[in-house]
């Protein structure tokens, strides 16, 4: 058992040498990140606001670079499938089958370990199908289906076809709100990102959330680093010693 009680003079310089080293490459690490998201945050604050279509159509058409645009995505046209009710911008049908499996299950009796086989069933992917639109309208011009990277589903059924056999749909509706991040130039859109059913103050807001979730999220693993530093250099003392 390793023993935590006794700390030699060695194990805290270790430990202090360690940590410094460990602290030094978490700010740097984490500095970068901050700076991305800080850049970001900049040319999202400084994005043109586009809220309707003479103003979208005005900013493609003089080149104005970074925009934010908020407005309905609306499908021209519909997919749809015999399986499940509506119409739909897109439809992703999965395919999964029942299947049985094995595992070694250890059993204790006493101070005796042995393993027995389980059976246990699980759904399994099998298959993908996708179904899609050719075209689609944002704030009156027209584009086509992945040309502005809305990466927007919905869950809308699960169909069971036998006992082994069924189909999981995702489908994007036929209309949506959201903000399109993106760049202007020569009379298109580049670096195009989309966010559904948010607003442009309301995208700005999460990047400078971001930056709040990147401290905490560095504070939580130099602190796990700081106690796995430790542990290690105790049980390295504790086999030397041993």
């Keep these: 058992m390793i023993n935590f009680g006794i700390v030699t003079k060695r194990t805290i310089l270790i430990f202090i040498v360690l940590s410094v080293i460990f602290t030094v490459f ?12 800080n850049d970001k945050l900049l040319q999202y604050q400084k994005s043109l606001k586009i809220d309707s279509n003479d103003m979208f159509d005005y900013a493609i058409n003089t080149n104005v670079g970074n925009i934010m645009a908020y407005g ?63 075209d689609y309208e944002f704030l009156g011009k027209k584009f086509k289906f992945d040309e502005l990277k809305t990466n927007y589903t919905q869950y809308i059924d699960t169909v069971k076809f036998t006992s082994n056999k069924r189909y999981v749909y995702n489908a994007t509706p036929l209309e949506f709100m959201g903000t399109l991040k993106s760049y202007a130039s020569t009379n ?21 959330t971001d930056d709040t979730t990147i401290l905490v999220f560095a504070a939580l693993i130099w602190l796990f680093g700081l106690v796995i530093i430790f542990a290690s250099i105790c049980v390295i003392e504790d086999w030397i010693e041993n």
């Design 72 to 134: 309905k995505v609306k499908s021209i046209g519909y997919v749809e499938d015999s399986y499940i009710k509506g119409q739909y911008m897109y439809i992703d049908r999965k395919e999964e089958h029942y299947v049985r499996k094995t595992r070694q299950v250890p059993v204790t009796i006493g101070k005796t370990t042995t393993y027995r086989t389980e059976v246990y069933y699980e759904w399994d992917f099998y298959n993908r199908d996708y179904f899609k639109v050719t």
């Design 26 to 37: 978490v700010s740097v690490i984490t500095g970068n990140m901050r700076a991305t998201n």
């Design 188 to 208: 298109k859109l580049s670096n195009n990102t989309f966010y559904v059913n948010k607003k442009h103050d309301v995208v700005i807001k999460s990047v400078e």
